[in-house]
């Protein structure tokens, strides 16, 4: 590959020397637009490029389909941003099809010709109407469904007994907090932070004892955030020191921490990690992943729902994740009692 | 105006020159010399996205201790990408695409012997200058350049603590910045002026070539949001260094509490993207009337729908300050606010479908005459329409969840603006050579330049799309941490293959330029065939454009191929000067 790479490069560098050679023996002064010769061959250039770009858009289409994320949304929330999505891409690619057609073909089909008359065509009202007004009903459409997903998935007032969990976001780790048995998160302020406790919660608030958390103890990064499937998690975020970014693809979910403030997102998940690794989709991706690994020698992997960050935060950016694991309610709730409270930490 | 009252020394000519043609080659070469670097950058980290682990020599010789061994540390990594960005976006499309052709072109075009202030315009450019200096300075400090993303949001440009690009390379980035804003206003206003009062005779608002109401436009989007930047990095100044707390609050970092309380890095994000989002349009729209311009002398066809256009780019102007919050739609915003910025941004599709729509019926029988310039007009409409489609996708706040900080928005910014605005600058440099400098540009190396860019713009960027779908961040020094990705890496190889040959190819496009500067063929007057007013002023540049009065205009920029009653071309030409009056029997359009 690296060979091959460099070869393509060289071969560009003397292409371009070549040119420059030739351009040195130039010396006729002709028509400075274009000659008939020139439209011709870059008319049929065009067609050229239109063809490189029909074969890049279909070789990605297809080409990607593994590597893309699973289809099927693993939150109820992400199956309305999954049909939104859907009908906004299909609408685009044949537009862009379409599009892009017509602009390699007028110019290859209008390319100039010595004596050929351009028509003087420079205005109608008819036309300018349709392509003001056929782009506004079709944003109309979308704007509108747009925006009662966005209501959907954004409003949580309406969750039946949601869970609550706090995503604590510090250089270059995640934390986490369940709101325990009376559902509410304990005060927390970054001033509160000393010793074991990392997140700085306020142990005088009296939510605050029966809060699970998940910390990093001892140096060790925490392993892995449990949720429950078909019950909604409402997600309360902080930060500790910049901006993150709480990334959860697979649920079609995203939040930024931002410092000195709680943000939140929820959604009710509804695959868990077990299924999800017999899906279709994941299984071929995973399968491909494995393959690569094997091939540089590493051990291979199974499917994992991930939290990413995704906002810039520092040089291990790159590098801050977290596993998120999705059970049955009766094994998340069995899972969730074997966790130690703040009380029962102390 | 025609005759000197002072003799010019090298000094006054070419270094403190108070003529805008002069001005503008000044903009021009000191672009082009940022747009090396920024293009430089971006093969440096390319290679590093496609072969995290490998060690490459290039990799040491250029970045010493960060890139020792041959492999890049993560914050040399994160400095790269910010720097790449900050100069791509401002000071090669801001300052090196609206500089240079508004300087050349506004007074050319509208018949002025020069800018409103001569002076000021000076000033503009020397500032510019100067806070490209600042940037590359910045680059040689000890911690590193800025390295917390173009955005440079806080509280990570705010704190040292938090990486080391926040020393010492962030003071020198805003203070650059700040410099860079001082000189665009000045540019911008000037601009403004000139436009509103210098026009000849006869050259009415609605006589205006496209070019100048997109410059004009654009001048006031610039000269209403740029301030905002300013006093975004004025604050974030007095955060770092005076201790106030106007985006700071809460912040436990390297081991102690800060002091700082009640500020909100969501401010800064407001006023940043107050400037960030009008600052796409002020990349782009110069280029859109430049591919205007082009488009239209090129087909030998009147523009479609000039008063459309018209309509559209004052319609884009308006929308793209009221749409900032579609880059905010979860930072924890108000959820009210993302409706209403996803309302507005969707609108601005009807007007940039218009002037879409506008330039495929242009090419509609017309008589194309492909030369470069004409190539990178159509290639810029072709990426314009790609990139700005999944806008779609991105201006929807619910669909905005999933791809916000993805490779998607990477892909489709970099072509609904990075390339068709560096289309743009090329289709204006291939075009407007002659008038810059006398002479022309080799037609055979610009159709060369033209055909490795644009199969490797769309190479880099359209694949792009689908790892972003694929769930993955930008700004990613590595993808090695995540076994889920490990099957991105195949294309992110195939991507900077063709960003490497991309980034070579402008060799061609350097050794052109600087070769026709001197060596190119002689130009002639109206070397195209066009309309508008600059190519009735002499080919060797002189003070005050024209010798003698400056012409009076009696019609639009854009009659093409105009035929009378029985059908035969007016004047047995297939152009028509905007200094020619109206002909017995000929209606004016």
Known sequence: MKALFFIIIFVAIAVACWQFVKLLGLTKVENQTATEKENNINGWLMLGLMGFIYCLMILSLYGTKDILLPQLSASAEGKHIDILFKITMTLILIVQFVLQFIIFYFTFKYRGIKGRKALFFADSHKLELVWTITPAIVLAGLIIYGLWTWNEVMDVSDAENPLIVELYAKQFQWEARYAGSDNELGNANVRFIKGANTMGVDFSDKNASDDIPLMVSEGKFVKELHLPKGRKVIFKMRSQDVLHSAYMPHFRAQMNCVPGMVTQMGFTPTVTTAEMRLNKDTQSKFQRINEIRVEKGEEEVEFDYLLLCNKICGSSHYNMQLKIVVDEEAEFNQWLAGQKTFAQLK | ?589
Do not use: C
């Not at chain 2, 043609?21 to 950058?41: E, P, R, S």
């Not at chain 2, 070019?211 to 006031?220: K, L, M, P």
């Open chain 2, 1 to 589: 105006m025609s005759d000197h009252h002072h003799k010019e020394t090298f000094v006054t000519k070419y270094v403190f020159s108070q003529d805008h043609k002069m001005i503008a080659k000044q903009y021009l070469i000191t672009g082009i010399v940022m747009g090396i670097i920024g293009v430089f950058m971006s093969m440096l980290f390319r290679l590093q996205l496609a072969f995290p682990e490998q060690s490459f020599s290039i990799i040491e010789a250029f970045l010493g201790r960060s890139g020792e061994g041959g492999v890049m540390t993560p914050d040399m990594y994160l400095s790269l990408v910010t720097i790449h960005g900050t100069i791509m976006v401002f000071f090669v499309l801001t300052a090196g695409l609206s500089g240079t052709f508004s300087n050349l072109l506004i007074p050319l075009q509208i018949g002025a012997r020069d800018m409103a202030s001569g002076f000021l315009n000076m000033i503009s450019y020397w500032l510019f200058f100067l806070s490209s200096v600042v940037m590359v300075i910045s680059l040689f400090v000890e911690t590193g350049p800025a390295s917390a993303g173009w955005t440079i949001y806080p509280p990570l440009s705010a704190l040292p603590q938090a990486m080391s690009g926040s020393g010492l390379g962030m003071t020198l980035w805003l203070v650059s910045m700040a410099i860079f804003i001082a000189s665009s206003l000045m540019g911008a206003l000037n601009y403004i002026v000139t436009v509103l009062n210098l026009r000849t005779l006869g050259m009415k608002m609605t006589r205006l070539p496209l070019t100048i109401w997109a410059f004009f436009v654009t001048a006031i989007i610039g000269v209403v949001s740029f301030p905002v930047l300013l006093s975004a990095a004025l604050l974030l100044i007095f955060d770092r260094s005076f201790g106030t707390s106007f985006f700071l609050s809460d912040i436990f970092i390297s081991g102690e509490v800060l002091h700082y309380k009640g500020g909100s890095p969501i401010l800064f994000e407001h006023l940043f993207w107050f400037l960030g989002h009008p600052e796409v349009y002020i990349v782009l729209l110069p280029a859109l009337g430049i591919s205007s311009e082009v488009i239209a002398t090129n087909s030998r066809k009147p523009i479609f729908g000039y008063r459309a256009m018209v309509m559209s780019i004052i319609a884009i102007a308006f929308l793209s300050t009221i749409v900032w919050g579609h880059h905010m739609f979860v930072t924890g915003m108000n959820p009210f606010l993302g409706s209403v910025f996803t309302f507005t941004t969707l609108l601005i599709a009807i007007p940039s479908a218009v002037k879409g729509f506008n330039y495929i019926t242009t090419l509609w029988k017309g008589n194309l005459q492909l030369n470069p310039a004409m190539l990178f007009s159509i290639g810029l409409v072709s990426t314009f329409i790609t990139g700005g489609l999944t806008g779609l996708v991105l201006g929807d706040s619910a669909l905005d969840i999933n791809v916000h900080d993805t490779y998607f928005v990477v892909a489709h910014f970099h072509l609904v603006m990075g390339i068709s605005a560096i289309f743009g600058m090329f289709a204006g440099v291939y075009h407007w050579f002659p008038k810059l400098f006398g002479r022309m540009m080799n037609k055979d190396l610009g159709y060369l330049h033209f055909w490795i860019t644009a199969i490797t713009a769309y190479g880099v960027f359209f694949p792009m799309h689908f790892i972003g779908l694929a769930g993955l961040p930008r700004r990613y020094y590595s993808n090695t941490a995540f076994p889920i990705f490990d099957d991105l890496l195949q294309v992110n190889v195939v991507m900077t293959v063709f960003a490497i040959i991309g980034g070579l190819a402008q060799i061609i496009f350097l050794a052109n330029f600087f070769f026709s500067i001197y060596k190119g063929k002689k130009a002639s007057q109206n070397p195209w065939n066009s309309n508008t007013l600059e190519w009735t002023t002499p080919v060797e540049h002189m003070h005050g454009n024209w010798p003698g009065e400056i012409p009076a205009v009696h019609r639009w920029a854009y009659d093409y191929s105009k035929t009378d009653e029985k059908g035969d071309l007016w004047g047995g030409k297939d152009f028509t000067s905007q200094i020619v009056p109206i002909r017995d029997g000929e209606e004016e359009f």
